[in-house]
């Protein structure tokens, strides 16, 4: 499960103006990491007498926010006492216990499983999107490459074409939701994509699609009032006491009109716990990256109603991040998708591959899954005959380089980094770009914080092109 730190920061030589005698502090979140390992801290207490012309003598506290643990917490309090929080099969099937597997009856199959402005399905795709229109509770499992995406969101537009309500879709990354709402709106679905309101100020490519931003851009005879006070509040900071109640009146009221007027509401696990959807139910649920979330995660969309769960996912990529060794072996490590899997619950996997190689694709298809994963490209699909590289072997684009340098504690001392694998990249990037290789198609992947931070400085040492040339990305999980 995902933890929030909320911080605190000291200056023991600046004195407080709101608390006299005693030394400044605030409160905040942290909305982001810069390349120089910086952290980026929007304070909500004490801001206003912030000694913003002070560069040394801050201390820092990181204080932990309960709010995925307490919904996690209520979700399975519900799920334990409530009846009406999910089905009474799933409800059974989720506890291991004997059930005859029941078929959802009144389902409409479309005679083509597809989706408005969406790639047409595979064969694999396709018979797995019919499948799980009919069960009360679907496993399908992607395999790298596979489409899952592309999958899912044809799902939720068929979901959405039986008419039983609103469907809620959720992933525990930000991203994962980003992505999934930015495909099922292409096929014409009214989407509202639900924000903590701690991430609100964070950019979003499905900003349009955000509750925040509709709440704002609503145009209305009944919003007009609501504008005029959040105008007010943007010049003057705040408002009198009886107008900010009022304004915050007429933004629930506004907020539950968007959400009740969608067809699919997209929103992270956790996020579904949030006291905006309080009195929102759900009977269709689909769950991505399912394989990443811890079960106490998994209940928090479920228990809002589900009668039609829908988990994608794949148990031979990332488990659950859980940081604690104790509660990893007590079974927190183990996802529900793979539990219901050891309990007799068959996936449907998707077969065909197109994002590799095939000579990449071969090593996971033969060490996970049997030997099964088709590729829906070709070696010359994915050969840039006209970049000079030298690759041990020209037909196989693949190669393993042995980095011997020393690993050190990062800047941050909690992550690390290694010099002579950073200069290693580099020389491999400066090649494949003076070989004419698109930037954007160029990758770097490291499981430490410190290290992808090093490398970018190392990169724009090297040559400042090198600097906003090459994407990053920190696997999650690991330290840093």
């Known amino acids: 499960m995902t933890s929030c730190f909320v911080d605190r920061l000291r200056h023991s030589g600046y004195p407080s103006k709101e608390t006299p005698g005693a030394p400044w502090t605030g409160e905040g979140v942290v909305l982001k990491f810069t390349d120089r390992e910086e952290v980026v801290l929007e304070l ?37 006492l409530d009846e009406t929080s999910v089905s009474g099969y799933i409800y059974h099937l989720l506890l291991g216990h004997d059930v005859e597997p029941k078929p959802l009856t009144n389902v409409v199959l479309p005679k083509k499983m597809s989706a408005p402005n969406l790639p047409p399905l595979n064969h694999s795709q396709e018979a797995a999107a019919r499948s799980v229109l009919t069960r009360p509770l679907s496993l399908i499992q992607g395999p790298p490459g596979t489409g899952k995406t592309v999958t899912s969101a044809t799902i939720v537009y068929q979901l959405a074409q039986q008419h039983l309500g609103q469907v809620i879709v959720c992933a525990p990354s930000n991203v994962a939701v980003d992505q999934l709402a930015e495909k099922i709106e292409r096929t014409g679905l009214r989407v509202v994509r639900l924000a903590a309101r701690s991430r609100e100020a964070v950019a979003s490519p499905v900003e349009h699609l955000t509750l925040h931003y509709q709440t704002a851009h609503l145009d209305s005879p009944e919003t007009a009032e609501f504008k005029k006070l959040q105008q007010l509040k943007d010049e003057l900071g705040e408002l009198s006491s009886n107008d900010e109640r009022r304004h915050k009146r007429l933004k629930r009221k506004i907020e539950r009109e968007i959400i009740a007027a969608a067809d699919v509401v ?62 990893a072996r007590a079974g927190l490590g183990q996802s529900m998708f793979e539990r219901l899997i050891s309990l007799g ?43 000079d590289f030298p690759w041990p072997n020209p ?36 090649h494949l770009l003076r070989s004419g290789v698109d930037p954007g198609r160029i990758g770097v992947v490291t499981p430490y914080e410190g290290q992808r931070a090093y490398v970018v400085q190392h990169m724009t040492r090297a040559g400042e092109f090198l600097s906003i040339c090459v994407f990053l990305f920190a696997s999650p999980g690991r330290l840093g």
């Open 266 to 327: 997209c929103v992270t696990a956790v996020g579904a716990g949030d006291p905006r959807l309080a009195d929102f139910r759900f009977r269709q649920v689909l769950m991505d990256e399912s394989t990443q979330a811890t079960e106490p995660e998994c209940l928090i969309p479920l228990i809002m109603g589900a009668k039609q769960v829908v988990m994608v996912g794949d148990h031979c990529q990332l488990g659950p991040v859980v940081t604690s060794k104790r509660a």
């Open 395 to 430: 037909s196989s684009p693949m190669m393993f380089w042995s980095a011997t340098g020393a690993e050190e504690i990062s800047a941050s001392g909690t992550s690390y980094l290694n010099r002579a694998e950073a200069s290693g990249v580099e020389k491999v990037v400066t």
């Open 44 to 80: 909500r207490s004490g801001a206003n007498d912030a000694p913003v012309e002070e560069t040394l003598g801050f201390s820092v506290d990181f204080l932990w926010n309960s709010i995925s643990f307490d919904r996690a917490q209520a979700a399975m309090k519900a799920f334990a």
């Open 345 to 387: 619950v068959q996936p449907i996997r998707l077969q065909v591959q197109y994002r590799m190689h095939p000579c990449l694709s071969q090593f996971p298809s033969n060490a996970f899954y049997e030997g099964a994963l088709q590729n829906g490209v070709s070696a010359a699909d994915r050969l840039l005959t006209s970049v």
